[in-house]
């Protein structure tokens, strides 16, 4: 062998140890490598995200169809705010004893509207006509009186223009009502007779009805007419009640249950009392008697009373009279104010 092909084979000879030598490294790392602990995957690091697609760009940056997502709110303001309780503030509850019932509770209290002390006109009907019947109410109190003027109208108008008179002095004089009374004055029920003129034509209603013959207590469709007035033919109605101004005013009187009344007529027979010896209607009558010259025991005619408003009023037991004023053309106003303070302050 020449000395060149001698370090030609000394050169690869070394080249495979070289080799050979590294392959037992390796051999030896990769021993050891498996006895050692084994690589947990969370050593592994991941893989290197790829970078967006062009495509991926392209959809991002294109207009957004749909709004974006709102933000989330910071966090404190989804932490809901307590307010601490407040616990209430003990009371000293009386023990509860057997003699006190407990007291109810209004589930509803309602605003109080003050009750005016006067009101007025009330409509309570219409003559047949086609006229207002009207009532003014004078007072509170839960007792109810009624003063009716005008039944008979023509004639005896100044009954009307005496109710008027006192609906202007009571408002003048709103002390004159007790506390516990609530006055009505109706000073016109037969608005159709007075319209028709002072005198003997205006007594009976439009249909020719005396509306002090069409109640329904004693009522008779004929009537002996000696000792009555009979200046005109006048009738008692069809049937007990058939007018509408006596409809009108029995309704009235039986809803606001009115205790006690008084009818105004003219002229100068004195004090009836409603149902003839009706106890609270004598008392009422006699009452008045003390404070006024009207005659009581009235004068008697000998007229045959039939369907009378007091008649009938105390059949209900209310306390009536009727007053006929001193003639046809006075009021007699400052005896009659006498008479409404004792009618007012009366106790039946
Ligand atoms: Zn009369």
Known sequence: MSPANRWLARGVAGFWLVNFLCLALLAIF???????DPVSASQIAPPTPLPPSPTALIVLASPLDEPPTPLQPATATLIPTFTPTV???PTATPPPTAT???SPTPAYTPTITPVPFASGPIVIGHSVAGRPIEVYRFGTGSTRRLIVAG?????????????????VYINDHPEVIPRHISLYILPSLNPDGAARGRGPIGRANENGVDLNRNWPHGWKQTWNRDGCWNILPITAGDYPASEPEVLAL????????????????????GIFAGGYDYGPSVRL??????VSTYPWPPIDTGCEITGDLTDWAAAHRIAAIDIELSDHTHTDFNQNLDILRVFLNWQR
């Open 30 to 36: 990769w021993l050891v490598s498996l006895a050692g």
């Open 87 to 89: 616990p209430p503030t």
């Open 100 to 102: 006190l019932e407990p």
């Open 151 to 167: 039944i008979h109208g023509g004639s005896e108008a100044n009954t009307i223009a005496l109710a008027n008179e006192l609906i």
């Open 250 to 269: 029995m309704t009235f009187i039986q809803y606001y249950n009115i205790e006690a009344l008084i009818s105004y007529h003219s002229a100068a027979l």
């Open 285 to 290: 009558a006699e009452a008045v008697a003390e």
